[in-house]
């Protein structure tokens, strides 16, 4: 027998006679979030249900944020009253309410939703919860509490199984719909279909069990309410871009507005029409309609409005594009979204733009034609008109005037209208920094469109216009504060971006940043802070109090601290404040720098968190604190990368992709680690790129080819292999062979091993990368200076050569000349004793003279050279004709008169190349008459140069031939 039990979709509330649904979030268990119950019954704050008060939910004696409550399966939850004198505030979503009925028990928890229930909360401000249990199936049953059905499993398996993958699609399915990825919320639901489908064709389970097929009926129903309430905010044509719902975690650090439309510049709107339009890309202000604009007040007392509950539901993507789709009286009553008083932004490879773009640019076209009334479309202020002005962009003046803006918009969607259709009509997912990389814009040209950007208390991001950004952070009492003492301090206040980059020498100076922050609230979103002085504890609590005050979302941090005897004695716990921030479910990403001891110096329990990214610069002990770091990162509900240096890597990677795969499994929850570095020292490092499955990228630094990362990798995209104490690798034929193998992906290889093994180590991995299917691609073998290398290795032709460093054994060197000579493209000779000039001369030459010279940088630093010599050398730069760089510097007794000919066919012969000469003053006579009637442009227009040695017995003459390009 098998007995299992599902989690409802919704509980039930009570206020009086009225009665209505709240979804529910998995969980184990399983929960209802407040906001979600106030978005009905904005007065709740406390809960009853059988006579008995119901708690918050709580981890360790402290309440969970958002604050949150239990479900009651088979129960109706009662909304505590007001106390009398208080003005009761009336139910919201009057649609979801619904009379109290006594036939409500009788039925399933699984109660079809008369409506559907809001969107829950963006990620960025999802609260650390426990982590999501795959329910099994539904039942219904005569009891009013908790009902099972009872199957025999031996009759039920494929019932069993299509019903579980239904649950599983269908929680799936919310959770896309919850953040925002309405593209693969689709997909999910196409499947949930094919399941429903097959699950209704057995005609025995209406008469059998009836509860299933009711319960599978209410799923399919609430997931297209749900979809259809969550499009609902768009206009239609907004709808249908599935790119506007994506929320990105990286457009929080993006500096770039994300609703743009094109227009036709302002001289070709008279123009003829055979004339092919230019276009320049305009940003919208994302201001709030319906007075929306609250939610961004810095007042930390101001109530929230309805309607900004319902925006911080929304996606960043939908929340900013709901304010276009708002009626044209809403718009004329309230704040309305409109161009900014911007010339805008010339676009680059406009074909590849608009074939990539285009189908986004057409819906966004449509709603704002039908949506935006052109008096949106104001004349600048001057400031506007001054700040505006930037190599990249028209004078806003001059791109405003004689501007019909509703002309302009038909004609874009006339020429959108009439490009070839792709061969897929889905557009594609707008991602910000590509379209950045289209738009003509000089370095300082920061892509803006003369916006700002602010957040609200759920970080929940929008850009808008001067005006608006100075409606919510007054330019006097706010944003002007803020800068003097910013600027006082040698900061940098990016006011645009909300980015604070400022070093700080004593607490009194932080205090009154501080203080500036805090009254700025929501203004700084970026905090880059360097505190120079040996901090105490109680400054960090500071901190951590104006880091929730002032809403900060991301904070890199630098200090050391304090040795005092009162911090001293304490030290064991002075890390407490540092995560008191990080469980303060605002923060998204926390760098830490010159600290030590954020997981060694604490007493405290982990507590859940919000953190999207930890980066810290101290190595830890794994085999001290690693159980701290894994209960770290089971906490994290949000955590996507973590970036740590520890003892032991190996040991490390090994114990989080088990607590990975442990979240994927076990608990039944994607986990959501998606980047993990990890450093113990230069020559021991490794990144890997997680997706919900598992690794699916890495790149390895490895001290040797017996590491325990390396034996079990199967997703390497690079490898560097750094062996210690010089061990040599070519006996490691059958380890390269399983590495290749077994990592398809496998682009780049890269080893440090000595240069005797460059021939033969090199040959052997070619011939492994040729003999098997992967995908190896660069190969380089290094030491020093010195490198063997290729950047594709099936091709031969791309191999080089270079040397920069000859003190190397003779029969190494010979062999890399024999082998490689004539890819050698950098070459440095200096004196040395195991080898004379010559010798290398003769030996390049001889490479060289079949195949030609590919040398582009020679440099030949000795103390003299044989005459003899000079002939390969010249031979030698004379193939190369790809030498850009070439120095000679030669240091000699030297007698014009006797080497005088052998010298001067030299220089006649390599003249070409040569754009410098320096000559001895004592000898310039001399040289001027040996070289006299030949063309040397350089030698015309020689250096004279005086040197004189006191210290040797002779004067040491000098001959410098230089080509510097």
Known sequence: MMMMRITPLAQLFQQGATTAEVSVTPGNPAYVLLKDIQNVFPAASKFQCDNRMLEFMTVSKERIFPLRIPIQPGSIIQVVPEPEGTVARPPRNRDRLRATSPAINQH??????????????????????????????????????????????????????????????????????????????????????????IFIQDLSIHIQHPELHQTMQQMQERMTATFQQTTGRLSPELARTPSLSVPLYELQECPTSRLFVVLPH??????????????????????RANNNNSQHEPNPNASSTTGERQSSQCSIYSSACSRISVSDNSLRAARQAHL?????????????????????????????????????????????????????????????????????????????????????????????????????????????????????????????????????YPQGTVVRPLHDVTVLNHGVFEEQLGRLEITLMTQAVANKVYKAMGRAKGLV?????????????????????????????????????????????????????????????????????????????????????????????????????????????????????????????????????????????????????????????????????????????????????????????????????????????????????????????????????QPSEFVEL?????????????HVKILNLYRDRNQLRTTNIRNDG????????????????????????????????????????????????????????????????????ETEGLVYLQRVIVRSAGLTKLRLDITMVFDPLADGPEWVQFIVGIGRKLTEVQMVKAHAAQWQEELRGYRVPAVEKATLMVQTLSNQPQVMDHLKLIRLL
Request: glycine share 4%; charged share 20%.
């Open 108 to 197: 399933s928890t699984f109660s079809a939703p008369s409506s559907p229930s809001p969107t829950p909360s963006p990620p960025s401000s999802s609260p650390a919860s426990s982590p999501t249990t795959y329910p099994s199936i539904a039942k219904l049953a005569n009891s009013t509490r908790t009902p099972v059905v009872l199957l025999k499993s031996s009759e039920n398996v494929q019932l069993l199984q299509i019903y579980q993958k239904s649950v599983t699609l269908y929680e799936s399915y919310m959770q896309s719909i919850q953040f925002g990825l309405t593209d693969y919320a689709q997909n999910l639901f196409d499947n949930f279909q094919l399941q429903y489908d």
């Open 266 to 287: 302002q001289n070709l709107l008279l123009s003829s029409i055979s004339i092919p339009p230019t276009f320049r890309l305009h940003f919208l202000c994302e201001c």
């Open 340 to 472: 900014t008083s911007h010339g805008g932004y010339e676009i680059e490879r406009s074909t590849e733009f608009f074939q990539l773009y285009g189908t986004y640019l057409l819906n966004v076209l449509e709603a704002f034609k039908k949506d935006i009334i052109s008096d949106g479309f104001r004349e600048p202020c001057p400031e506007e008109v001054a700040a505006s002005v930037s190599p990249g962009s028209i004078s806003a003046a001059a791109a405003l005037a004689s501007y019909d803006v509703q002309y302009g918009v038909q004609q874009t969607i006339e020429f959108l209208r009439a490009l070839p259709h792709s061969s897929s009509d889905r557009p594609h997912v707008v991602d910000m920094k590509h379209v950045a990389s289209f738009l003509r814009n000089s370095a300082s040209d920061k892509v803006l469109g003369n916006l700002f950007k602010v957040q609200n208390q759920d970080g929940v991001v929008d850009w808008v216009c001067r005006d608006h950004f100075h409606e919510m």
């Open 525 to 753: 979103q970026e905090l880059k802070l360097t505190l120079k002085w040996e901090v105490p504890s109680a400054d960090i609590v500071a901190l951590r109090d104006v880091l929730s005050l002032a809403n900060v979302r991301h904070l890199t941090l630098w200090y050391e601290p304090s040795t005092a005897t009162g911090d001293f004695m304490n030290r064991n716990k002075r890390s407490g404040p540092l995560w008191d921030i990080i469980s303060g479910h605002k923060l998204h990403s926390l760098t830490l720098e010159g600290y030590t001891g954020l997981f060694s110096k604490v007493s405290k329990d982990v507590q859940p968190h919000g953190l999207h990214a930890l980066k810290i610069s101290e190595c830890v002990d794994w085999k001290k604190d690693g159980a701290r770091v894994l209960e770290f990162i089971r906490k994290g509900s949000n955590l996507a990368e973590l970036r740590m240096g520890c003892t032991d890597i190996e040991e490390a990677y090994n114990a989080i992709l088990k607590v990975f795969r442990t979240q994927n499994t076990t608990l039944g929850s994607d986990a959501t680690l998606r980047l993990l570095a990890l450093t113990t020292s230069v020559a021991d490092n490794v990144t890997v790129q997680f997706s919900k499955d598992g690794p699916i990228m890495m790149a390895l630094c490895a001290s040797s080819l017996t590491s325990a990362i390396l034996q079990g990798a199967t997703c390497l995209r690079t490898l560097h292999i750094r062996p210690k104490m010089n061990r040599a690798l070519v006996g490691y034929r059958g380890r390269f062979e399983t590495i290749i193998s077994e990592n398809q992906d496998l682009i780049k290889l890269s080893i440090q091993c």
């Open 762 to 774: 090199f040959q052997t991995v070619r011939s492994i990368a040729l003999g098997t299917r992967n």
């Open 798 to 865: 791309d191999t080089c050569l270079e040397l920069m460093s000859l003190n190397e054994p003779k029969e190494a060197l010979d062999a890399l000349f024999e082998q490689y000579g004539s890819r050698l493209t950098s070459l440095r000779i200096t004196s040395v004793k195991k080898k004379s000039p010559k010798s290398y001369f003769e030996l390049l030459e001889s490479a060289t003279r079949f195949n030609g010279s590919r040398l582009a940088e020679l440099v030949i630093d000795i103390a003299a050279v």
